[in-house]
Nanobody, 124 residues
Framework: QVQLVESGGGLVQTGGSLRLSCATS????????MAWFRQAPGKEREFVAA????????HYADSVKGRFTISRDNAKNTVYLQMISLKPEDTAVYYC?????????????????WGQGTQVTVSA
């Protein structure tokens, strides 16, 4: 079992920045690919970014390329999502997920474990 706990969400103005963290516990964090998804009200959960288990490979949704950066620290069992130049359309609950293998993109069904989510709200 892998437990995931997101933090770092909040309210920010357009153009602002936030860094989300996903702390994990359980076994073999460094063998999982990690991903961030988000879900806005009334919309389906969508892929945001993914990173391979060593951090060498990353993949981003087109909507966040150049603004979001995913990274991981295997010594701390933590994955991060640095978000800059935030827009109102980035408003959503952001979820951390763990997948057995890296893919481009990682789909919802690829993910074995999920966090509870953290709210990000970007005001206009």
């Amino acid at each position: 079992q892998v437990q995931l706990v997101e933090s770092g969400g909040g309210l920010v103005q357009t153009g602002g920045s936030l860094r989300l963290s996903c702390a994990t516990s359980g076994r073999r964090f460094n063998t999982y690919a990690m991903a961030w998804f988000r879900q806005a009200p009334g919309k389906e959960r969508e892929f945001v970014a993914a990173i391979g288990w060593l951090g060498h490979y990353t993949h981003y949704a087109d909507s966040v390329k150049g603004r979001f950066t995913i990274s991981r620290d295997n010594a701390k069992n933590t994955v991060y999502l640095q978000m800059i130049s935030l827009k109102p359309e980035d408003t959503a609950v952001y979820y951390c997920a763990a997948a057995a293998r890296f893919a481009t993109p990682i789909s919802l069904t690829d993910c074995e474990y999920w966090g509870q989510g953290t709210q990000v709200t970007v005001s206009a």
